[in-house]
């Protein structure tokens, strides 16, 4: 018989073939499963595999209602601040996530936004669309360089690695904070700052990566905001709740901070509508790993990790 298991939204045609070839699955509508329409799946069903995503919060009290036969919910995600890690290890239930498989992707667009950004090329977008009438002089609607400016990355995991990778392939010099120093061949001449302080007065572009954790909610505030360089360049496509959304955007109206491409929200799907009143802030929908290939390994990836625990061998990539 096929392993029976609850999948809480829609994946791309390949993971939804090998869905339909190896589990007894219980699809999502549409619009997906609400965190209470998984629980009744879960329940009416007693599927021991669940692939899930952020959309449905494992907080202390969902996972005490989890029924007892779930045995393995995989997240179809890099962080996994939407699961209280404690409380799943309490009940015995094996949580999973989905790491490396989305680097590159996410590198690729966090360099996308940091680009745009510096670049304006929203700007000159909505220009066009908006009906372009005239040729702007020299010194109008200028953006700035990259090369020779100070990239400084947030959290030097594999994200902010291949992050600083593109970076050094545009000439950019490469600073970083994280919590532990890299070994010199990771951080592959980057130079290492042991406080976030200490880093940001020198910083042209920042580039948030770390996870978020009750150390690292709204890092990016009022004061430290003010540690940047004036008319520094502000990306990120870890965690909303990195950023406080009052000193940023603050700090964009006055131009402290000269753009910012954001991929990442407090409240998202909903967020501060002061951010789409600034021509100076591009705003992506967390899009950062929405490429074919990249989904489909992350839906492939919790997969595995469902197969291995239901056939009694350890999953791939536990939290």
Same mark, same amino acid.
């Given at each position: 018989?096929?392993?029976?298991?609850? =999948?809480?939204?829609?994946?791309?045609?390949?993971?939804?073939?090998?869905?339909?070839?190896?589990?007894?699955?219980?699809?999502?509508?549409?619009?997906?499963?609400?965190?209470?329409?998984?629980?009744?799946?879960?329940?009416?069903?007693?599927?021991?595999?669940?692939?899930?995503?952020?959309?449905?919060?494992?907080?202390?009290?969902?996972?005490?209602?989890?029924?007892?036969?779930?045995?393995?919910?995989?997240?179809?995600?890099?962080?996994?601040?939407?699961?209280?890690?404690?409380?799943?290890?309490?009940?015995?239930?094996?949580?999973?996530?989905?790491?490396?498989?989305?680097?590159?992707?996410?590198?690729?667009? &966090?360099?996308?936004?940091?680009?745009?950004?510096?670049?304006?090329?929203?700007?000159?977008?909505?220009?066009?669309?908006?009906?372009?009438?005239?040729?702007?002089?020299?010194?109008?609607?200028?953006?700035?360089?990259?090369? %020779?400016?100070?990239?400084?990355? =947030?959290?030097?995991?594999?994200? %902010?690695?291949?992050?600083?990778?593109? &970076?050094?392939?545009?000439?950019?010099?490469?600073?970083?904070?994280?919590?532990?120093?890299?070994?010199?061949?990771?951080?592959?001449?980057?130079?290492?700052?042991?406080?976030?302080?200490?880093?940001?007065?020198?910083?042209?572009?920042?580039?948030?990566?770390?996870?978020?954790?009750?150390?690292?909610?709204?890092?990016?505030?009022?004061?430290?905001?003010?540690?940047?360089?004036?008319?520094?360049?502000?990306?990120?496509?870890?965690?909303?709740?990195?950023?406080?959304?009052?000193?940023?955007?603050? &700090?964009?109206?006055?131009?402290?901070?000269?753009?910012?491409?954001?991929?990442?929200?407090?409240?998202?799907?909903?967020?501060?509508?002061?951010?789409?009143?600034?021509?100076? =802030?591009?705003? &992506?929908?967390?899009?950062?790993?929405?490429?074919?290939?990249?989904?489909?390994?992350?839906?492939?990836?919790?997969?595995?990790?469902?197969?291995?625990?239901?056939? %009694?061998?350890?999953?791939?990539?536990?939290?």
């Amino acid at each position: 018989m096929k392993p029976k298991i609850v =999948v809480t939204r829609q994946m791309t045609p390949p993971v939804m073939e090998r869905i339909a070839l190896q589990f007894d699955a219980v699809l999502p509508p549409a619009g997906g499963m609400t965190p209470d329409l998984v629980l009744r799946a879960l329940e009416e069903t007693g599927a021991p595999g669940l692939l899930f995503n952020s959309g449905t919060p494992f907080t202390p009290d969902y996972v005490s209602r989890l029924p007892d036969t779930l045995r393995v919910a995989a997240s179809c995600s890099v962080g996994f601040d939407h699961v209280d890690v404690p409380a799943t290890k309490a009940k015995g239930l094996i949580v999973t996530n989905t790491p490396e498989v989305l680097d590159a992707s996410v590198a690729d667009f &966090a360099f996308l936004l940091l680009l745009a950004a510096a670049r304006r090329l929203h700007e000159y977008d909505a220009t066009v669309r908006d009906g372009w009438t005239r040729y702007f002089g020299v010194p109008e609607f200028l953006g700035t360089d990259l090369a %020779g400016k100070t990239l400084a990355i =947030v959290g030097m995991g594999r994200i %902010g690695q291949a992050l600083a990778r593109r &970076a050094k392939a545009f000439d950019m010099n490469v600073i970083y904070h994280n919590r532990n120093r890299l070994s010199p061949d990771d951080e592959a001449g980057a130079e290492y700052y042991d406080s976030l302080d200490g880093m940001l007065p020198h910083t042209d572009f920042l580039s948030l990566h770390a996870p978020l954790t009750p150390d690292t909610a709204d890092l990016l505030n009022a004061r430290t905001v003010a540690l940047l360089r004036d008319g520094a360049i502000v990306v990120n496509t870890a965690r909303g709740g990195l950023v406080n959304d009052d000193a940023l955007i603050a &700090a964009l109206q006055s131009g402290k901070v000269r753009a910012a491409g954001l991929d990442v929200y407090k409240g998202e799907p909903k967020i501060d509508p002061r951010y789409a009143t600034l021509k100076n =802030v591009i705003l &992506a929908p967390h899009m950062a790993s929405a490429t074919e290939e990249t989904r489909t390994a992350m839906g492939m990836l919790c997969l595995d990790n469902i197969a291995a625990v239901l056939s %009694g061998r350890s999953a791939v990539t536990p939290l």
